[in-house]
C-alpha cells in the first residue's frame, strides 16, 4: 500500500473515533431540542455534525483493507482473525459492561435469560454496550465479504444501488442492526477492487467544501424543516435519507481532515495513540461516564458552563482515561489486554510516546519557571 494511503487510514481511524465520543458523551436528551442555539442544540447539532457522521469513514476503511487483504489471504484463514478482532471484543466488552452495571444497581440489574444472546453478541438487536454493533455487523460484512467482491468486480453500480435502497429501508431485517454499514463498507471493497486513486495531499477543495457545508446544513434541518418531513423521526425514510448524505459527506471531510493533519504536529501527535483507537472505541462509554459521574457526584451536572466545557472536552478526557487503563491493564494482565483489544496491544515504545506528551509539559513548565 502506498506509505502515505497507509499514514492516512491510520490517522483517519484515531481522528473517526475520538470524534464518536461526543456521539455518546452526556448530558442526553431525547429528541430534538427546541432551538438550535439552545445549550442543548449545541450538543445536539455537534452529535450529528462530528459524532455520527464520523462512523461512515471507518466502515469503509474496514471495507477497503478487507479487500486487500482478501487479495493475499484465504477467506478460511481470515475468518479466525476476524473472530478474534471482532467477536472476542465484542463478547468481552459486553460483560464487562453487564458487570459494571448489576455492580452499580446494587445487584439487582441483570438481564433476563433470554436477553442474553443480544446482550453479548447482538444477535438480532443492539448490545448491552450500544456501539459495539458495530463490530458485530462489521463481522457480518465480512462474512458476505467473498460476493461483495464478486459484485465490486461486476456490478458495482447495481450492488451499490441495491445496498443504498436497503440502508433507507431497512429491508435487511435483522441482518444488520445498522443497515447503513454495508454500504460504506462495500464503498471501499470498490475503490480497492476497481483500483480506484485515493486521494490524499491533493484533494480538490471544491468537493470537501460542498460536502463540509452540506454537514452544517443537513445536521441543522431537523431544527428547521417541519415535523410532517419526517427528518427529526428514526423511523422514517427522510431521516434515513438526510442520515445517508451526512454520513457520504462525512467519509469525504474527514478524509481531507486526516490528510491534511497527516503532515503537520497534531497529526503527528494523533498518530502516536493510534495504537490505541480499538481500545477507545470499546471503552469511550465508559471512560466518558466516569468524568460525568463525578461531575454529578459534586452537583455541578446542571452548570451550563460546565456540562459544555465537559461534552467539548470529552474525546480528550476519554483519552486520558482510556490510556491509564492501557497501560495499567498492560502491565498486570497482558493477554487479557490482548483479548481486549482483538490482538494487538502498543509495545513498550508506543506505550511511551503515548504517555511522554501528557506528563513531561507540566515538568517542562516547572523547570523553566
Known sequence: MNPTVSDTIRLARILCILLLVYAHAQPYQPGVPESLFSPMGLIHTTRQLLGHTSVPLLSLISGYLLARTLSARPYVEELGNKCLSLIVPLVLWNLIYIAKEYLESGLTTAPALHEWPNAVLAITAHPAM??????RDAFVCFLISPALMVLARKLPGTAAAALLLNALLNLDGVLFINSAIPLFYFA???????????????????????????????????????????????????YATVDIALRAAGCVVFWSVASRLLQSRAGDVLLKFEPMAFFIFCAHGMAIGLWWMAIDHLGYADLTPIFLGYFALSPLLALVVCVAAVWAIRRVAPSGLSLLMGGRIPNHQQMTSMIKPLGRRPLARTTGA
Open 130 to 135: 450500544t456501539p459495539l454493533y458495530f463490530l
Open 188 to 238: 471501499g471493497c470498490v475503490l480497492l477492487v476497481r483500483k480506484v486513486p485515493i486521494p490524499t495531499v491533493s484533494i480538490p477543495r471544491e468537493p470537501v467544501w460542498a460536502a463540509g457545508l452540506a454537514l452544517v446544513l443537513l445536521s441543522a434541518a431537523p431544527f428547521f424543516l417541519p415535523p410532517a418531513w419526517g427528518v427529526s423521526d428514526p423511523q422514517s425514510v427522510a
